[in-house]
T-cell receptor, first 113, second 108 residues
Framework: NAGVTQTPKFQVLKTGQSMTLQCAQD?????MYWYRQDPGMGLRLIYY???????DKGEVPNGYNVSRLNKREFSLRLESAAPSQTSVYFC????????????FGSGTRLTVV | KNEVEQSPQNLTAQEGEFITINCSYS?????LHWLQQHPGGGIVSLFM???GKKKHGRLIATINIQEKHSSLHITASHPRDSAVYIC??????????FGQGTRLTINP
């Protein structure tokens, strides 16, 4: 009954530090996504992976890298964190066809000081 | 550019009131999604619809494809309905484009 699991739930980084947000899904979904959510704005797509072995940039990819390690796991890396990357990050997954929407992880609240 | 606009951004009502949240989108879509984000942050899907109306319990979602407009209604609202409600369009490429959300507060 896990669905989409994100770790960690909370993180505080200093400017310039690096970290990786982990995401794993157990629903055998082909597609996975990373979004960020900022106050007053809708969820914005950072990167997505339509299938294992492929990744594509979304709306706000600068400052991030991703790895689709296998069908289950899709990680998001911040190489040199900046205060502008303070946000809540959500991982999601979906079936490719038919597309019925996303299953979301519980989110990671990241603060960069 | 895909744009999804929701109104109102914030809504406060008394328990029992009928609630309407509106969503307008700018491009042709394959489906319109409504989601709920709980105060603790988790996001769950409520509806996916491409025409007409869907109902689940006290929640009703409608869509007018010609007018590019959807509404989410809550009948007999309850404090546990307090959450952020988000609409999202699926323009057809397996990705959702999200509105900014409507924060609903139902007071007892």
């Amino acid at each position: 009954n896990a669905g989409v699991t994100q770790t960690p739930k909370f993180q505080v980084l200093k400017t310039g530090q690096s970290m990786t947000l982990q995401c794993a899904q157990d629903m055998n979904h082909n597609s996975m996504y990373w979004y960020r959510q900022d106050p007053g704005m809708g969820l914005r797509l950072i990167y997505y992976s339509a299938s294992e072995g492929t990744t594509d940039k979304g709306e706000v990819p600068n400052g991030y890298n991703v790895s689709r390690l296998n069908k289950r796991e899709f990680s998001l890396r911040l190489e040199s964190a900046a205060p502008s990357q303070t946000s809540v990050y959500f991982c999601a997954s979906s079936e490719a066809q038919p597309f019925r929407g996303y299953t979301f992880g519980s989110g990671t609240r990241l603060t960069v000081v | 550019k895909n744009e999804v606009e929701q109104s109102p951004q914030n809504l406060t009502a008394q328990e029992g009131e009928f609630i309407t949240i509106n969503c307008s989108y700018s491009v042709g879509i394959s489906a319109l999604h409504w989601l709920q984000q709980h105060p603790g942050g988790g996001i769950v899907s409520l509806f996916m619809l491409s025409s007409g109306k869907k109902k689940h319990g006290r929640l009703i979602a409608t869509i007018n494809i010609q007018e590019k407009h959807s509404s989410l209604h809550i009948t007999a609202s309850h404090p546990r309905d307090s959450a952020v409600y988000i609409c999202a369009e699926a323009p057809g490429a397996q990705k959702l484009v999200f509105g900014q959300g409507t924060r609903l507060t139902i007071n007892p």
